[in-house]
């Protein structure tokens, strides 16, 4: 099998490779000796919230020398994370998040689905309700804000300095971005609608919405 990757930066260019060439993000866990990019690696969610580790490559994401922490944080989210403001995932560097979104196999190839058979024992859900589709397009969400939301292993996404979407390995159009969020809408619809407090929690939802379209390309409608 031969594969075609974009050319890595140098963070990501130390990582070890898989059997067909792909580097294997520091956070994904080895089953049998082989990396399982499905599963969390033991300890490795502690890690990064702990020791401010880049989530794709395990660099830290503060200069130890200086004390000084990264100017930029940088979250591989899906175009619903664009409204509802959270991931499950900690921050990475921006060229690394930036290589992830142009470069991993399920979010380059839209028709590619979640492989949830055979799952190694005692894998875990992330925190929050997981929306188990492959929307088609990748978000880069860049940031300088670096929180958790308290209670949950979540990050909220902090205002954005950039928001780059990628569809296919490339630059998203705006109807691809469009096409993604409108078809997630009404999962986030559902789950409003679900709330104690439905109406307020469905007046909020549209707010986000109109606040996320303001980060797609082309800009609002």
């Given at each position: 099998?031969?594969?075609?990757?974009?050319?890595?930066?140098?963070?990501?260019?130390?990582?070890?490779?898989?059997?067909?060439?792909?580097?294997?993000?520091?956070?994904?866990?080895?089953?049998?000796?082989?990396?399982?990019?499905?599963?969390?690696?033991?300890?490795?969610?502690?890690?990064?919230?702990?020791?401010?580790?880049?989530?794709?490559?395990?660099?830290?994401?503060?200069?130890?020398?200086?004390?000084v922490a990264a100017t930029q944080y940088a979250y591989v989210v899906g175009p619903m994370?664009?409204?509802?403001?959270?991931?499950?995932?900690?921050?990475?560097?921006?060229?690394?998040?930036?290589?992830?979104?142009?470069?991993?196999?399920?979010?380059?190839?839209?028709?590619?689905?979640?492989?949830?058979?055979?799952?190694?024992?005692?894998?875990?859900?992330?925190?929050?309700?997981?929306?188990?589709?492959?929307?088609?397009?990748?978000?880069?969400?860049?940031?300088?804000?670096?929180?958790?939301?308290?209670?949950?292993?979540?990050?909220?996404?902090?205002?954005?300095?950039?928001?780059?979407?990628?569809a296919e390995g490339r630059a998203a159009t705006r109807d691809e971005v469009l096409t993604?969020?409108?078809?997630?809408?009404?999962?986030?619809?559902?789950?409003?609608?679900?709330?104690?407090?439905?109406?307020?929690?469905?007046?909020?939802?549209?707010?986000?919405?109109?606040?996320?379209?303001?980060?797609?390309?082309?800009?609002?409608?």
């Amino acid at each position: 099998m031969t594969i075609t990757l974009p050319a890595p930066p140098p963070r990501i260019a130390r990582l070890p490779l898989n059997k067909v060439g792909y580097p294997v993000p520091w956070f994904v866990a080895t089953e049998d000796g082989e990396p399982d990019f499905r599963v969390v690696g033991h300890g490795k969610m502690n890690g990064a919230i702990t020791f401010r580790c880049c989530w794709i490559c395990g660099g830290p994401l503060i200069n130890r020398t200086l004390g000084v922490a990264a100017t930029q944080y940088a979250y591989v989210v899906g175009p619903m994370c664009a409204v509802n403001r959270t991931s499950a995932e900690p921050p990475a560097h921006r060229d690394c998040a930036i290589f992830a979104a142009t470069a991993c196999p399920f979010l380059t190839t839209p028709g590619m689905r979640r492989r949830d058979s055979n799952l190694p024992e005692g894998a875990a859900e992330p925190d929050g309700v997981m929306i188990r589709r492959n929307p088609g397009v990748a978000l880069v969400w860049v940031t300088n804000d670096w929180r958790m939301i308290p209670g949950y292993r979540l990050f909220h996404l902090g205002e954005p300095v950039e928001a780059l979407w990628f569809a296919e390995g490339r630059a998203a159009t705006r109807d691809e971005v469009l096409t993604a969020m409108d078809s997630g809408m009404p999962l986030l619809q559902a789950e409003a609608e679900q709330d104690p407090d439905s109406d307020r929690a469905v007046v909020q939802l549209a707010l986000q919405y109109e606040r996320a379209l303001q980060l797609v390309p082309g800009g609002a409608e």
